[in-house]
């Protein structure tokens, strides 16, 4: 007999051996031992092992009956994660729902669905299962819970399966009825639950065979704590979330599957980022909530990592059969998680990638909007870690609705090459699939116009795919079609410089300078590859050179503000030669960006020195969510005014002991030469500068001038750092990959998003009182 909870909480389903009927007619042949009523008040307190009621008991005995009220009934869902089960209750709000589909359920044939957790899930209520909506999830149990229990090693109450809890339910309301206690109930399987008065109800279960010397089910194992309805037990039921939607944000994870140091997913990391966002909403903007303006901000992962690693593009085979035996599990961890940033800069890999983020990104558009019809309002997106990077690049590509991308009609292919579909393939090592093109009649000109999932259909891998596709670009588009390249030769000279399109909107480009390379104009952007043979043996390019020029897809909205976390986006620019931003630049189709880090992690860059290089700009400090500094940091600024104050003390000090010595008698001092009252000048000057720097410092802490740092953020700063914590302070380096990972949990961190996104709104932010 499993014991697992989510296999029937431990117990049969199967019925006990005691029949309703037969309690109504002759309940006393159901009693825990047949005693007379004399026997059952012999005075074997003493004696009652631990598990025994007798005490409670006698205590109840003189209590009057109360009558029968219909058990409340809650919904409860499971949850499994590493070989741990638990039962987790649905909000008050849902629970409702669930229990009036039910009581409908039986009319109808069909089955009843109902949307859940801020309709993120669908309740099958028929077939008691949960489905994620938005992601690949495996479908979880759902029951409709009157009984729980709780042994003595369990930390919470479980509840029972639903045949169980009728079986319960029948027996207690005969017992509560009759006024008729010590019922025992057995089931087929061994199980035994008593029923020894209202507040004491336990369950026995047996170990193996039972020895012939066990007179009590008290002997055969300890009991479990038997409680009826969800009010008597100790559970923490959530909040139900707003059904108004104010704004959505898509969520992209940085390099491997694992979010943070537990190694959950994004899911649940984002999970939490929404946890924190709705207490936060409810502390922060309670007044706004309470007249209606605020409802909620709905936050949703975005997965690439597996569509990567899957199936489909075959990576990681090919990665394994050229893996070292050797430290197996550290090679499998750079596998899977470091190889991400090389993936992100071979050129066939970060094509899939951005295909991937941004087709994710639409798909959950579209389908929120499906069940959010009445949703007005705007959109924005994070990127974690090298999730920040994709999004950069991504939206430095988006095209405005006036710039649309110039090139050549699909159905009129620009002829730049006479070679025969057999040669082209030979060229290009991939004679193997020429039958397989033959067979659908395929020549150069149409293979011209076909797409990637089209020579998928056919069973063509993602590598030889890559290839065909970038061959025909490159022979048979004009050369204004292909995007330029950050790629660079040896020997390039790579030169910042501002491209303007005719409607005045600028891009972020380069210039790119050889004697043997001439082009008269390269506008590049972020990760726009087209790689040179650097020579290293291969007589047709072959790997030397990248075989296809990134294309970015068009996301189907403009997001209104792009928020990066622990983002390298800074370094990546100026290792692929960027040594200045344009301060008028700015994306096409968002307006607004933060850069958002901790300061011990070791991923984050700045971004505001490659945009003002002539100003040294300390990033902006997040505001605890409490609406204070922490108190270490408090305590160093007290220290660097102190010691401000006793320098200022000592000069002060000084000049007065120098003015006292200077109105001696005149006929008792040597003659002053002019030289001499240097020393007075100098102590008047060091004090003086002091003074300044002293009341300056205090004005820029009561007044902090805005400055205005280019145009990606609207004129507004973009570095903001979070405080580190006391403990983090003691140690930066034992904290440094905990820092890189801190962003899901961080309440500074949502309430600056809530912030920034309800400021747009017109809703005004309001610090609770501590």
């Not at 003189?62 to 638990?86: G, I, K, L, M, Y």
């Not at 025909?472 to 995007?483: G, N």
């Not at 100026?574 to 958002?596: A, E, H, M, W």
């Not at 120098?658 to 001696?664: E, G, N, T, V, Y």
């Amino acid at each position: 007999m499993s014991n697992s909870p989510c296999e029937e909480g431990g117990l049969s389903q199967a019925a006990p051996n005691v029949n309703t009927q037969d309690l109504f007619e002759n309940p006393t042949q159901t009693t825990a031992t047949e005693k007379t009523p004399e026997d059952q008040v012999l005075p074997v307190v003493d004696e009652a092992s631990p598990s025994s009621a007798s005490s409670f008991e006698m205590l109840d005995m003189e209590s009057v009956p109360a009558p029968h009220q219909e058990v409340q009934p809650h919904w409860f869902f499971c949850r499994r994660a590493d070989d741990n089960t638990s039962w987790l209750p649905f909000s008050r709000e849902d629970s409702d729902k669930l229990q009036n589909a039910c009581n409908t359920v039986g009319e109808k044939k069909e089955e009843v669905v109902v949307a859940v957790d801020g309709e993120r899930y669908d309740v099958y209520v028929k077939e008691r299962r949960r489905h994620a909506v938005y992601w690949e999830q495996g479908p979880t149990e759902v029951r409709r819970c009157t009984w729980f229990y709780k042994g003595d090693k369990d930390t919470r109450f479980m509840p029972y399966p639903e045949d169980f809890s009728k079986s319960l339910e029948e027996a207690y309301m005969i017992a509560v009825t009759l006024d008729e206690w010590n019922r025992k109930l057995e089931f087929p399987t061994g199980e035994t639950v008593i029923l020894h008065n209202p507040k004491l109800i336990m369950q026995y279960q047996p170990i193996g065979l039972q020895d012939e010397w066990a007179s009590s089910p008290s002997e055969q194992t300890r009991p479990r704590t038997v409680k009826r309805g969800v009010d008597n037990i100790s559970v923490e039921i959530p909040d139900g979330e707003p059904e108004k939607v104010d704004h959505l944000v898509f969520m992209v994870h940085g390099i491997g599957p694992a979010c943070d140091l537990r190694f959950r997913s994004i899911i649940q990391c984002v999970n939490d980022f929404r946890s924190a966002s709705l207490s936060l909403l409810a502390s922060h903007y309670k007044r706004a909530q309470q007249d209606g303006q605020v409802g909620r901000v709905e936050f949703l992962p975005v997965n690439w990592h597996s569509s990567l690693h899957g199936d489909a593009t075959g990576v990681d085979e090919d990665i394994q059969r050229i893996t070292l035996p050797s430290i197996s599990k550290l090679r499998h961890f750079t596998n899977d998680t470091l190889l991400d940033l090389f993936f992100y800069n071979s050129p066939t890999y970060c094509q899939t990638i951005v295909d991937t983020v941004a087709s994710e990104i639409n798909r959950l558009h579209t389908l929120f909007n499906q069940r959010h019809p009445e949703f007005k309002g705007a959109v924005s997106v994070v990127g974690h870690s090298l999730g920040s990077l994709i999004l950069f690049d991504l939206l430095t590509n988006q095209r405005t609705d006036s710039d649309p991308r110039k090139g050549v009609p699909s159905d009129e292919p620009f002829h730049r090459n006479c070679d025969t579909l057999e040669q082209t393939l030979t060229r290009l090592g991939l004679q193997q699939y020429l039958e397989t093109l033959q067979a659908e009649n395929l020549d150069l000109e149409s293979l011209a116009l076909c797409q990637d999932s089209d020579l998928k259909d056919l069973g063509i891998p993602l590598g030889p795919r890559k290839k065909i596709l970038n061959y025909v670009k490159r022979k048979w588009l004009p050369e204004d079609c292909k995007t330029g390249a950050v790629g660079l030769a040896p020997g390039l000279q790579v030169l910042p410089q501002v491209n303007s399109d005719p409607d005045g909107n600028q891009s972020l480009g380069l210039t790119m300078q050889q004697p043997q390379f001439h082009r008269a104009q390269s506008i590049t952007s972020a990760v726009d590859y087209e790689y040179f043979d650097v020579g290293i043996g291969q007589t047709n390019g072959g790997i030397a050179k990248g075989q296809v020029s990134i294309e970015y897809p068009q996301l189907a909205f403009h997001p209104q503000t792009f928020f990066a976390f622990g983002s390298p986006i800074g370094m990546f620019l100026t290792v692929r030669g960027l040594k200045q931003v344009d301060p008028n630049y700015t994306f096409p189709t968002c307006k607004s960006f933060y850069n958002i880090y901790h300061p011990y992690d070791p991923v984050a860059y700045r971004i505001e020195p490659m945009i003002v290089s002539d100003v040294d700009l300390e990033p902006m400090l997040i505001p605890h969510h409490k609406g204070r500094k922490r108190m270490h940091l408090e305590l160093k600024d007290s220290l660097t005014r102190m010691s401000m104050d006793l320098k200022n003390n000592v000069l002060g000090s000084l000049r007065t002991a120098w003015q006292s010595f200077a109105r001696l008698p005149v006929a008792a001092l040597p003659p002053v030469e002019e030289g001499e009252t240097t020393l007075e000048r100098n102590l008047q000057e060091a004090q003086g500068v002091c003074e300044e720097a002293e009341s300056s410092g205090s004005a820029e802490e009561m007044e902090q001038p805005e400055i205005k740092v280019g145009m990606l953020n609207g004129g507004r700063r973009i570095d903001y750092v979070l405080q580190e914590k006391p403990i983090e302070s003691f140690n930066e380096y034992l904290f440094a990959i905990q820092s890189h990972l801190c962003y899901w949990e961080s309440e500074d961190t949502a309430l600056l998003l809530l912030k920034e996104i309800y400021d747009k709104l017109g809703v005004a932010f309001e610090q609770p009182q501590q």
